[in-house]
């Protein structure tokens, strides 16, 4: 095999990576965020680093996991850079609580029960305010991208018994939240 | 009973793990739609880098204006102070050079009037004809 051809090869197996994986390193990007631009902003950034990268990924997890690793760096790193609080509230583009509850497939429900649905996702995503940046990742990685803990664990680089802590902190929060502050 | 009294009612009752489980299945299939609108709409995204820029922009523009307001207020304070001070200080050199004029009038009255209770001592019983004399002789100089 010429080294043209592993080259072809490997640009190809990264193109279905990214086909494969981007809506899920979207999703998770995005409810982090709460801002479309910014997910879309950091997803990419997240490729572009990953095809930088990608002759270096060994294969020790699977490729999400290493792509959700790379995701969540990023994410914690823009956060990190923008100390200047002024400057973080006037750029952003994060939805309020009540926009990022209204995407509800109201499948079979009544519109009674839709309401209340929505109710409930609001109040879900009002928890996750209160959640610091580890036990959101961890409680998202969970519950939207039903993740297992050991890919959680790898994807976050903390041990499954933390992962475990941080995510029964979580949801003590969001049953909290559900049950009016109990 | 209104949905939101029913809602209020409920919020008092601990939350059983089946209610969250199904909170959180609603919570994922929010997530879920909202990420695939977000995707599946092309322009959503462009129309909202345009008004992202024209917020930075906005922002910018704020800040801008606000760096020149203060930094404006600040050498007009600067400026106002120091005509103020100057005119303090013109002021004040006026108020000394009047006092000081005052103070040289004074001296000069202190002075004539020690001149004049000098001049003006009693004359001895002996001498009084003659500063007699010495009076008419001035008060005629005086009405020539």
């Given at each position: 095999?010429?080294?043209?051809?592993?080259?072809?090869?490997?640009?190809q197996e990264?193109?279905?990576?990214?086909?494969?994986?981007?809506?899920?390193?979207?999703?998770?990007?995005?409810?982090?965020?709460?801002?479309?631009?910014?997910?879309?902003?950091?997803?990419?950034?997240?490729?572009l680093?990953?095809?930088?990268?990608?002759?270096?990924?060994?294969?020790?997890?699977?490729?999400?996991?290493?792509?959700?690793?790379?995701?969540?760096?990023?994410?914690?790193?823009?956060?990190?850079?923008?100390?200047?609080q002024f400057?973080?509230?006037?750029?952003?583009?994060?939805?309020?609580?009540?926009?990022?509850?209204e995407?509800?497939?109201?499948?079979?429900?009544?519109?009674?029960?839709?309401?209340?649905?929505?109710?409930?996702?609001?109040?879900?995503?009002?928890?996750?305010?209160?959640?610091?940046?580890?036990?959101?990742?961890?409680?998202?990685?969970?519950?939207?991208?039903?993740?297992?803990?050991?890919?959680?664990?790898?994807?976050?680089?903390l041990?499954?018994?933390?992962?475990?802590?941080?995510?029964?902190?979580?949801?003590?929060k969001?049953?909290?939240?559900?049950?009016?502050?109990? | 009973?209104?949905?939101?009294?029913?809602?209020?009612?409920?919020?008092?009752?601990?939350?059983?793990?089946?209610?969250?489980?199904?909170?959180?299945?609603?919570?994922?299939?929010?997530?879920?739609?909202?990420?695939?609108?977000?995707?599946?709409?092309?322009?959503?995204?462009?129309?909202?880098?345009a008004?992202?820029?024209?917020?930075?922009?906005?922002?910018?523009?704020?800040?801008?204006?606000?760096?020149?307001?203060?930094?404006?207020?600040?050498?007009?304070?600067?400026?106002?102070?120091?005509?103020?001070?100057?005119?303090?200080?013109?002021?004040?050199?006026?108020?000394?050079?009047?006092?000081?004029?005052?103070?040289?009038?004074?001296?000069?009255?202190?002075?004539?009037?020690?001149?004049?209770?000098?001049?003006?001592?009693?004359?001895?019983?002996?001498?009084?004809?003659?500063?007699?004399?010495?009076?008419?002789?001035?008060?005629?100089?005086?009405?020539?």
């Amino acid at each position: 095999m010429t080294a043209e051809t592993a080259e072809d090869l490997a640009a190809q197996e990264f193109a279905r990576i990214v086909e494969s994986h981007r809506p899920q390193i979207f999703r998770f990007l995005l409810a982090s965020t709460r801002d479309i631009d910014l997910a879309e902003t950091l997803t990419q950034e997240c490729f572009l680093k990953a095809h930088r990268n990608w002759k270096h990924f060994r294969g020790d997890s699977t490729a999400m996991t290493w792509l959700m690793r790379i995701a969540i760096n990023l994410q914690k790193d823009h956060w990190r850079n923008r100390r200047l609080q002024f400057w973080r509230q006037t750029r952003t583009n994060a939805v309020d609580l009540d926009e990022a509850s209204e995407w509800l497939p109201s499948g079979e429900r009544t519109a009674e029960q839709q309401i209340l649905a929505r109710e409930q996702v609001a109040q879900v995503w009002k928890a996750m305010d209160g959640l610091s940046d580890r036990q959101r990742t961890v409680f998202l990685l969970r519950y939207v991208e039903e993740q297992e803990l050991s890919d959680i664990a790898a994807a976050t680089g903390l041990s499954e018994g933390t992962v475990k802590a941080h995510l029964s902190r979580a949801l003590s929060k969001v049953r909290a939240e559900l049950g009016g502050g109990r | 009973m209104s949905l939101n009294e029913k809602n209020m009612a409920e919020r008092h009752e601990p939350v059983s793990d089946a209610a969250l489980e199904e909170v959180l299945g609603n919570f994922r299939q929010s997530v879920h739609a909202w990420s695939d609108a977000a995707c599946i709409a092309p322009g959503t995204t462009a129309w909202r880098s345009a008004r992202h820029g024209w917020r930075l922009v906005a922002a910018w523009a704020l800040g801008c204006v606000l760096a020149v307001g203060t930094l404006g207020t600040g050498v007009y304070e600067h400026h106002h102070q120091r005509v103020l001070a100057q005119m303090r200080a013109a002021q004040q050199a006026r108020q000394q050079q009047l006092a000081a004029q005052q103070r040289a009038r004074q001296a000069d009255e202190e002075l004539l009037a020690t001149v004049d209770s000098d001049i003006s001592r009693t004359v001895p019983a002996a001498m009084e004809p003659l500063a007699q004399l010495m009076d008419e002789g001035e008060s005629q100089q005086a009405g020539n």
